[in-house]
């Protein structure tokens, strides 16, 4: 099963990708993770990434295709892989077409989660106050500033994936508020239909 979540930051796609990876045994490919790794590593990629990241805007898509490149041809992604956080513009829906058909694969579904703006803010607050209350470092673009230019990118890049999708007849959008166990439940329902078809 090659599969997309799509969302805002916040609305839950890391929670559910780490759910779906488990049950379908899948590898999740989140490009924040990846490239958060890039940062603290201190590779070439995350010195080109890091302030970009911190401040909320996108990193260049040659830098994230090229990421992705490399990880779905690895052998642990030949059954399936769950994409989090990518793609994240036009340019790389088109790559990750091309990158696919190059590879005779195809994606099975793309799973929008919908959320409100406003649940995002509170959600994405709770999320550093919890790391913080740990003892932990909170990520550099959890805060306000950073969130209002994450939100404006998504609306202004990524939003128009759904179109895409859509058109691609790959879209089936879930209700992000609701809670973890019935968002987990709406997926599998998905994936029960496009399995069976
Ligand atoms: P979020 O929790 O906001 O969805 P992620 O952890 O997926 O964030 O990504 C964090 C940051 O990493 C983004 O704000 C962006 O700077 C960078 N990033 C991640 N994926 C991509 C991508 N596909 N294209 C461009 N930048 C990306």
Redesign the pocket.
Known sequence: MNLILLGP??AG?GTQSEVLCKKLGIPQL????M?RAAVKAGTPVGLK?KE??AA????PDEV?VGIIADRISEPDCAKGFILD?????LP?AAALDKLLKSKKKKLDCVIELKVDDKILADRIENRARETLAAGGTVRA?DNAEALKT?LMAYYRETAPLTGYYFAHELLRTVDGMAPITDVTRQIDEILAAVEAS
């Open positions: 930051p916040g796609k989140s490009t924040g993770d490239l990434a970009i990241m909320g805007g996108l990193v994230v956080g990518f793609p994240r513009t790389q673009d994450r």
